[in-house]
């Protein structure tokens, strides 16, 4: 069966970076895009980018431009995503989702890490 | 950008009921329209796809439907299972918004 595996809960300081991993299995890696969602207590849910794990092609919103890095690990099935210059507003819950065929949503999830940045 | 509103924000409905949920998108998304389920704690669950093809192992009273800039997304008997918070997505350019959400709860 499909699973995404995201590694734990990460505390930061403003100014740090923070790398969350997501470990794909029950399925051929490369064949489908991982996208990146965060979610900040209470709020709905913000779409920060993909990435084409076959490739390494990524796409990011503006508003994280600079800021965001996706990357992957093929021998390993894992996506991967860093988030630099953390301020207060990024605590959030970050998921991975795999995306389908063109336009068919996210039809899995990882389970999501909480990130919190605090002094 | 395209920017998705949806509508009502909050809506307390009895099990059993009929329940619909709306969705605008700022400009036409044809089909490429999505749904998710968020109970709290837990990530999304996909619902629906493409504005009306029920993802698999959903159950059959949940239906969608709508194209071009409105969609609708359809409960037909509320389940105790089925109170949760509803967000829409459109696919069909980047980036792939989501509406603001729709937090159903028992009245």
Same mark, same amino acid.
């Not at chain 1, 390993?76 to 389908?100: F, H, K, N, P, Q």
């Given at each position: ?15 740090? $970076?923070?790398?969350?991993? *997501? ?18 207590? @209470?709020?709905? /849910? ?8 076959? $490739? ?18 093929? &021998? ?6 860093? +988030? $630099? ?10 998921? *991975? ?6 336009? &068919? #949503? ?7 890490? /909480?990130?919190?940045? &605090?002094? | ?9 909050? +809506?307390?409905?009895?099990? #059993? ?5 709306? *969705?605008?998108? &700022? ?5 490429? +329209? ?17 504005? %009306?093809?029920?993802?698999? #192992?959903? !159950? $059959? ?14 409960? %037909? %008997?509320?389940?105790?299972?089925? =109170?949760?918070?509803?967000? *829409? ?5 980047? !980036?792939?918004? =989501? @509406? ?8």
């Amino acid at each position: 069966q499909v699973q995404l595996v995201q590694s734990g809960a990460e505390v930061k300081k403003p100014g740090a $970076s923070v790398k969350v991993s *997501c470990k794909a299995s029950g399925y051929t890696f490369t064949s489908y895009d991982i996208n990146w969602v965060r979610q900040a207590t @209470g709020q709905g /849910l913000e779409w920060m980018g993909w990435m084409n794990p076959n $490739s390494g092609n990524t796409g990011y919103a503006q508003k994280f431009q600079g800021r965001v890095t996706m990357t992957r690990n093929t &021998s390993i099935s894992t996506a991967y995503m860093e +988030l $630099s210059s953390l301020r207060s507003e990024d605590t959030a819950v970050y998921y *991975c989702a795999r995306g389908g065929i063109y336009g &068919s #949503g996210y039809g899995y999830w990882g389970q999501g890490t /909480l990130v919190t940045v &605090s002094s | 950008d395209i920017q998705m509103t949806q509508s009502p924000s909050s +809506l307390s409905a009895s099990v #059993g009921d009929r329940v619909t949920i709306t *969705c605008r998108a &700022s400009q036409s998304i044809s089909s490429y +329209l999505n749904w998710y389920q968020q109970k709290p704690g837990k990530a999304p669950k996909l619902l629906i796809y493409a504005a %009306s093809s029920l993802q698999s #192992g959903v !159950p $059959s009273r949940f239906s969608g439907s709508g194209s071009g800039t409105d969609f609708t997304l359809t409960i %037909s %008997s509320l389940q105790p299972e089925d =109170f949760a918070t509803y967000y *829409c997505q459109q696919s069909y350019s980047t !980036p792939p918004n =989501f @509406g603001q959400g729709t937090k159903l709860e028992i009245k």
